[in-house]
Nanobody
Framework: QVQLVESGGGLVQAGGSLRLSCVVS????????FGWYRQAPGKGRELVAR????????NYSDAVKGRFTISRDNVKNTVYLQMNSMQPEDTAVYYC?????????WGQGTQVTVSS
């Protein structure tokens, strides 16, 4: 069974940075594309960044393009999300999961709060 454990969230001021990590176990990590998703209070879950299995191709939502960077380490089975120039609208719980096919179970997520 796949396990996804996100970490690295916290409280940051507008303009600040955070780096999220997602450790994945129980899957063929190096053969799987991954995405970072977020869910703000009262809103649905949205995909903000995705990366192919080899890490050669990344894509971002318009809301985070130019500010966030997704990367992966296929030795450590870890996916990262570097978030710079953060804004209050980035406040959400952040999750990682497979992309384009998500695993049935999600991790607990990591809370990110950006103060103005």
């Amino acid at each position: 069974q796949v396990q996804l454990v996100e970490s690295g969230g916290g409280l940051v001021q507008a303009g600040g940075s955070l780096r999220l990590s997602c450790v994945v176990s129980g899957s063929a990590f190096s053969c799987t594309g991954f995405g970072w998703y977020r869910q703000a209070p009262g809103k649905g879950r949205e995909l903000v960044a995705r990366i192919t299995s080899g890490g050669g191709i990344t894509n971002y939502s318009d809301a985070v393009k130019g500010r966030f960077t997704i990367s992966r380490d296929n030795v450590k089975n870890t996916v990262y999300l570097q978030m710079n120039s953060m804004q209050p609208e980035d406040t959400a719980v952040y999750y990682c999961n497979g992309f384009p096919v998500a695993f049935a179970s999600w991790g607990q997520g990591t809370q990110v709060t950006v103060s103005s």
